[in-house]
């Protein structure tokens, strides 16, 4: 069973289209995460969502639109493709905690190679 | 702001043997955590050790370790007997002590991309 499972892994897109990646995860967390790798593999926060709730939105344009329906899930809408989109989305989720122990370790998916051409 | 640095873009070792990696951070907290997660060429982002700052002990983990000195903020890796597996990038990482979780954020390095010779 796969703790964080995102879909679809590799998605090849044209600019302008509007594209969707889910997001689920299996491990009773309440709080779940977008990142986006770049092409140099830099890893940078997008989103992140605490029981069903926006906490931190990086700056990210408006056409990403994160949803979460529940807190297993969080999924990122993109509208209006862009070339620079292209890049590997990592959904993560990690208990809410603040003192000792795992509860502030954040485990990610396998990721979500966009491509947009 | 925090920031984190490593400062070795690639690093070489033969399998078996040891090697270190750097990491050095910025920040006025106090309170905060250091991971290192590693990425094999398959872009899964896999949590290797993590280390609390009210620590004073080094996390191990198997084959990893750190050796943390928060005076000089500076968190490095060991990884030992190294193995053709341990091929990856390699990130480190920063987070705030928060007053709950749905504050964590991880600051990531730029990575040190890791080559296991046999």
């Known amino acids: 069973d796969t703790a964080v499972s995102q879909t679809p892994k590799y998605l090849v897109t044209q600019m302008g289209n509007d594209k969707s990646i889910k997001c689920e995860q299996n491990?009773?967390?309440?709080?779940m995460y977008w990142y986006k790798q770049d092409s140099k593999k830099f890893l940078k926060i997008m989103f992140s969502?605490?029981?069903?709730?926006?906490?931190i939105n990086e700056t990210v344009p408006n056409r990403f639109s994160p949803k979460s329906p529940d807190k297993a899930h969080l999924n990122l809408h993109i509208n209006s493709l862009e070339l620079g989109d292209s890049a590997v989305y990592f959904c993560?989720?990690?208990?809410?905690?603040?003192?000792?122990?795992?509860?502030?370790?954040?485990?990610f998916g396998e990721g979500s190679w966009l491509t947009v051409v | 702001a925090q920031t984190v640095t490593q400062s070795q873009p690639e690093m070489s070792v033969q399998e078996a043997e040891t090697v270190t990696l750097s990491c050095t951070y910025d920040?006025?907290?106090?309170?905060?955590?250091l991971f290192w997660y590693k990425q094999p060429p398959s872009r899964q982002m896999i949590l290797v050790i993590r280390?609390?700052?009210?620590?004073?002990q080094n996390a191990t983990e198997n084959r990893f370790s750190v050796n943390f000195q928060k005076a000089a903020k500076s968190f490095s890796l060991k990884i030992s007997d190294s193995q053709l597996g341990d091929t990856a990038m390699y990130f480190c990482?920063?987070?705030?002590?928060?007053?709950?979780?749905?504050?964590?954020?991880?600051?990531f390095g730029t990575g040190t991309l890791l080559a296991v010779q046999p």
């Open positions: 993560a989720s990690s208990h809410r905690g603040g003192g000792a122990g795992s509860g502030n370790t954040i485990y």
């Open positions: 491990l009773g967390h309440d709080t």
């Open positions: 969502y605490n029981n069903k709730e926006l906490i």
């Open positions: 920040t006025s907290e106090s309170n905060y955590y």
């Open positions: 280390q609390e700052a009210y620590k004073q």
């Open positions: 990482a920063f987070m705030k002590h928060g007053s709950g979780g749905a504050t964590n954020k991880l600051i």
